[in-house]
T-cell receptor, first 117, second 117 residues
Framework: EPEVTQTPSHQVTQMGQEVILRCVPISNHLYFYWYRQILGQKVEFLVSFYNNEISEKSEIFDDQFSVERPDGSNFTLKIRSTKLEDSAMYFC???????????????FGQGTRLTVV | AQTVTQSQPEMSVQEAETVTLSCTYDTSESDYYLFWYKQPPSRQMILVIRQEAYKQQNATENRFSVNFQKAAKSFSLKISDSQLGDAAMYFCAYRRRGGTSYGKLTFGQGTILTVHP
């Protein structure tokens, strides 16, 4: 069983619409991350989340993005008003927490392919 | 800021042969981790091997080994006895260790590996 599962696997949305991408880990007490990979390009860090707050975010993670753990289990990435350039693969990743630091290995979900038309 | 560079956009190898993928990085930190991730056509990110910077011994995992040169900030991946299933995009990644480390990964641009039968 994978450490983390993402839903949906593929999402097609119209420009300007809101989308919510979901990540479900097996274990609790985790660091969460969202990464983005535009087709054919490198994987880019978006945001890290621990103890119900954002730990770090990149320049990409602007006001149209938000993250939360609405029910203490799922971890979501919301894009409020999608643009064509948001089309990408979005990966959720987790590290198990060891005190205030993250464990060495990051486990990635299978990704959500977002297509904005 | 840390940067990771993979200068080989594409590499190819004959089945059963050996191939080496290059990676260099830049950091002012002395304690960190380095990783190689494999991304097959399914686009799942799979951890191949990791190296702790404080360890002088090069990491090995079956047919995969690294050549870690800390002074040169070089971290290459050697794949021995290449198999068709090794064909994928390979990403080199960096993560700082210790302090208030939240486990953020910085990725290189990736190298597409083709394995010829």
């Amino acid at each position: 069983e994978p450490e983390v599962t993402q839903t949906p696997s593929h999402q097609v949305t119209q420009m300007g619409q809101e989308v919510i991408l979901r990540c479900v880990p097996i274990s609790n007490h985790l660091y969460f991350y969202w990464y983005r990979q535009i087709l054919g390009q490198k994987v880019e860090f978006l945001v890290s989340f621990y103890n119900n707050e954002i730990s770090e975010k990149s320049e990409i993670f602007d006001d149209q993005f938000s993250v939360e753990r609405p029910d203490g289990s799922n971890f979501t990435l919301k894009i409020r008003s999608t643009k064509l350039e948001d089309s990408a693969m979005y990966f959720c990743a987790i590290n198990k927490a060891r005190g205030k630091t993250a464990s060495t290995e990051a486990f990635f979900g299978q990704g959500t392919r977002l297509t904005v038309v | 800021a840390q940067t990771v560079t993979q200068s080989q956009p594409e590499m190819s190898v004959q089945e059963a042969e050996t191939v080496t993928l290059s990676c260099t990085y830049d950091t002012s930190e002395s304690d960190y981790y380095l990783f190689w991730y494999k991304q097959p056509p399914s686009r799942q990110m799979i951890l191949v091997i990791r190296q702790e910077a404080y360890k002088q011994q090069n990491a090995t995992e079956n047919r995969f080994s690294v050549n870690f040169q800390k002074a040169a900030k070089s971290f290459s991946l050697k794949i021995s006895d290449s198999q068709l299933g090794d064909a994928a995009m390979y990403f080199c990644a960096y993560r700082r260790r210790g302090g208030t480390s939240y486990g953020k990964l910085t990725f290189g641009q990736g190298t597409i590996l083709t394995v010829h039968p």
